[in-house]
């Protein structure tokens, strides 16, 4: 981890398990990572990709990037790279997170894969802060559709490490930004994010584990949440479900709700 800074301002990405991928599985000969277009699938090798401010600009504030596509793969041009450079020109570095799809072909537990990859995104940036250019306390998350689910779990399940943490860093983003969000595996839920993660025929405790409104605290980071109300694929409730939560709870929160604008926008 610890590259000069002339390498990390290459944006090349960097491996975030470069000593072998936790819970994983030899991948099929046919399961190779492919990317088509806008999107990314079949991904064995989760990388961390980080971009800069241009010299000078840079206010000390990090952002990282979760794509989303329904945990069947990622869109890493609208809502990875083109959100990444976007906050450069604002100041902030972003790092954008090309984490694994939960499959049962490369992980032993699939409904931990995604999240462990989040976590050890945080986890380098925080550790590596000096080296990046930024504040340990000033590391927030965004995340889309998919990546919003994501990111609202790596914002409320952060007390309990998924990954080895051998010196206890910090795994809580500082704030959240979750865009036309998955939320909830409940009576709101996108069948395909939740089927992708948690199977065809999950346990109730599993529904709810991962339903996020379900699992916000007091220490839940702030949040600034956008949806569209027309949004057809992942319905606005997600966010109302986790709004109503985070002002419950005392969190510091904020929504933006358009007339239109459907999903992906």
Same mark, same amino acid.
């Given at each position: 981890?610890?590259?000069?800074?002339?390498?990390?301002?290459?944006?090349?990405?960097?491996?975030?398990?470069?000593?072998?991928?936790?819970?994983?599985?030899?991948?099929?000969?046919?399961?190779?990572?492919?990317?088509?277009?806008?999107?990314?699938?079949?991904?064995?090798?989760? %990388?961390?990709?980080?971009? *800069? =401010? @241009?010299? &000078?600009?840079? /206010?000390? %504030?990090?952002?990282?990037? *979760? =794509? @989303?596509? &329904?945990?069947? /793969?990622? %869109?890493?041009?609208?809502?990875?790279?083109?959100?990444?450079?976007?906050?450069?020109?604002?100041?902030?570095?972003?790092?954008?997170?090309?984490?694994?799809?939960?499959?049962?072909?490369i992980m032993v537990d699939k409904t931990i894969g995604p999240l462990q990859d989040a976590q050890r995104a945080i986890q380098i940036v925080r550790e590596g802060a000096a080296e990046f250019g930024v504040k340990p306390n000033k590391i927030g998350i965004i995340g889309f559709s998919a990546g919003g689910h994501l990111a609202s779990t790596l914002a409320t399940h952060f007390k309990k490490a998924v990954i080895a943490n051998p010196t206890n860093i910090s795994l809580r983003p500082d704030f959240a930004m979750l865009i036309y969000p998955v939320i909830t595996f409940g009576p709101y839920a996108h069948a395909g994010s939740r089927e992708n993660?948690?199977?065809?025929?999950?346990?109730?405790?599993?529904?709810?584990?991962?339903?996020?409104?379900?699992?916000?605290?007091?220490d839940t980071p702030p949040c600034f949440i956008i949806h569209a109300e027309n949004d057809d694929t992942v319905p606005v409730q997600n966010a109302l479900l986790f709004y109503d939560a985070l002002l419950k709870n005392n969190v510091k929160a904020e929504m933006h709700l358009f007339q239109e604008g459907g999903h992906g926008f």
């Open positions: 981890m610890l590259l000069s800074f002339s390498v990390f301002a290459q944006q090349k990405p960097i491996l975030l398990y470069p000593n072998g991928v936790p819970n994983s599985k030899k991948a099929p000969a046919n399961y190779v990572e492919k990317r088509e277009g806008y999107s990314v699938s079949l991904v064995t090798d989760p %990388t961390i990709t980080p971009y *800069f =401010p @241009g010299k &000078g600009k840079a /206010n000390g %504030t990090a952002v990282i990037v *979760f =794509p @989303g596509g &329904g945990y069947i /793969n990622l %869109t890493v041009t609208y809502e990875g790279e083109d959100i990444a450079k976007a906050f450069n020109k604002i100041g902030v570095t972003a790092f954008v997170v090309k984490y694994r799809l939960p499959s049962d072909e993660l948690i199977g065809k025929n999950p346990s109730q405790e599993l529904i709810d584990l991962y339903s996020n409104e379900k699992q916000v605290t007091p």
